[in-house]
Every structure is written in C-alpha cells, then in structure tokens.
C-alpha cells in the first residue's frame, strides 16, 4: 500500500473525548490509578494524561502488575518513562502472590502467569484502596472489551457484570459507587489501533523497541512465532532460530507470539497493520483458550 493512500489525520475529537474521561475522573474518585504495562496503549493513556492536567504533573500514580514473565525491553522503557515524568510508580508482583499461595503456577505447554495476575492486581487495588483504575482498553481489540463502558462498574469483589453496565447518555459520566465497589475507566475506549499509531506518530512518542522490527530467536508453535525464553515451555522439537521480527501487542512472553516484519518505521507499522489479515490480539495465546476467554477473566477480575 502506497503512502498516499494512507490516512495519516488522527481524529483530534478522541483526544478531547479522552481528556474529558480522565477530568472526569480526577473530579469523580478520590484515589484513582493508571494501569500501566508499558505497552503502547497505556504509554498514549500517559501522553493523554500529561496534557489533561498541564502544567501540573499527572496526578495519578502508575500501577503495574508484573507476572515476571514481562519482555527485559518492556521493562526497561517502564522505569525511563517513570524517570523523566517523575510520576509515582507502584509495582506488585505476581512472583509474591504464588509465594503466598494465593495462586498456583500453571505447568504444561501452554503454561503462563497472565491468569494469575487477577489476584494480584485485585490485592494492590484493596491494599492501595484505589476507587477507579484507568486504562487502554479498546472496543476494536475483543469482543468482550466492546461491551464495557468507559466508566465500567466492578463489585466489591472486583468483577465484572456485563448485564448490570449503566447507561451512558450525552457523554453522561457516572460516577457515584457503593462502598466496596470500585471503576475501571477506559479514555481510549472509542479508538481504534490505527488511531493509536497515529496518534503515537504526531505526538512523537517513544515506545519499546519491540514494536519495530528486529531480529530475534523465535520458535514456530501451531502455526505462530513465539519469542524464545526461559518462561517458555519447548518440546525437543521446538528449536529455536533467528528471525526478523516485531510485536503488535505487549503481554509475557509466554503468551504473546511475534510476527515476520520488516517494519523498523512507524510510517512502515501503520501500512503493515492495513493490510494485516489478522487482528491486534489474534497473536495473543491467552485470548484463545476459550471463545470467551476474555470476558471470563473479566468477570473474575482482570482488567
């Protein structure tokens, strides 16, 4: 596809709509979060962020939740990105959850931490007592995340009920909770991942180096690429090979499988994903291992 049948605009509406969202936020709940996994939509929640509340600093406190099984580069980006914003940064680890046996390491193949970081995101929020958590989720990624509202009401047990989502009328924000009850709210809710990418490219921003095409050592597992590590699984015959590479989503690296790219340019990513052939989270191992995977994670919990 030639550059000149690309759209390059982002749609300036959705970072007003988002700016409003994250106000509203800050005006509505006395201690919220921004669930950050240094993937490239928390990373635009940040930027969105910045601007809603300059010349102050971002007013809230950045949780992440890490399984342990995270890319050394996503890492890497989290703890600069901290650094120059000067931002509080709170971190919990799925690694202290197993300790304390509140839940069990998977075995097998498919063998990965993403489950479990249920638990421990829902023990920061009644430890940090936060009332709303702020994050990138998107309708266009899954189907369950299409039926969220951006403010997305959870039980005293952090769950989710989609019958008992509420109404929002005329960009009506709805704030008002139980006791015990708490909000995950999604500024980004009406974007799509191209209007991501664009939006990264006007701004500017800085993401993972995985996102851009490298060369990498991958192994090939029903039909996909997933990245070599000590966190995965092999059988003798998965032997590991070099291969240019980049990543579309962040998740552990036990679940999130690459694709062959060429793609080292931002202007190069957003052409490679117009003519992709499979979704955002189509590489995302944990998306498929039931229809509804995601909205049974949902309503255990997960963000």
Not at 258 to 281: C, G, M
Request: glycine share 6%; charged share 30%.
């Amino acid at each position: 596809m030639s550059n000149h049948q690309i759209n390059w605009e982002f749609p300036q509406a959705l970072e007003d709509e988002a700016i409003y969202i994250l106000r509203e936020t800050a005006a509505q709940f006395e201690r919220p979060a921004i669930l950050f996994s240094g993937g490239k939509d928390s990373i635009t929640i940040v930027r969105l962020a910045q601007k809603a509340f300059y010349p102050g600093k971002i007013p809230f406190p950045l949780l992440h939740v890490d399984t342990g099984h995270n890319f050394p580069e996503t890492i890497a980006f989290r703890d600069k990105l901290v650094a120059s914003l000067g931002v509080e940064l709170v971190v919990r680890y799925v690694q202290d959850s197993i300790n304390q046996g509140k839940v069990q390491e998977e075995t097998g193949k498919y063998a990965s931490r993403n489950a479990l970081q249920t638990v421990t995101l829902l023990d920061a929020i009644e430890e940090m007592k936060f009332d709303a958590c702020i994050g990138g989720a998107r309708r266009d990624e899954e189907k369950a995340r299409a039926k969220e509202r951006i403010f997305s009401v959870r039980d005293e047990f952090g769950q989710w009920n989609a019958k008992m989502q509420r109404p929002e009328l005329f960009d009506m924000l709805n704030g008002k909770i139980h006791i015990g009850e708490g909000v995950r709210v999604f500024p980004i809710s009406n974007w799509t991942e191209l209007d991501v990418w664009n939006y990264i490219r006007r701004e500017k921003l800085e993401i993972p180096s995985i996102y851009f095409s490298h060369e990498r050592e991958i192994i090939e597992r029903d039909g996909m690429y997933w990245p070599y590590s000590p966190f995965l699984n092999t059988t003798e015959e998965e032997v590991p090979f070099k291969q240019k590479v980049r990543f579309r989503t962040v998740g552990d690296m036990t679940c999130t499988a690459a694709v062959l790219s060429d793609a080292d340019k931002l202007e190069d990513i957003i052409s490679e994903i117009l003519e992709a052939k499979i979704s955002e989270r189509g590489a995302r191992m944990d998306d498929k291992r039931s229809e509804a995977a995601m909205e049974k994670r949902k309503q255990a919990g997960y963000f």
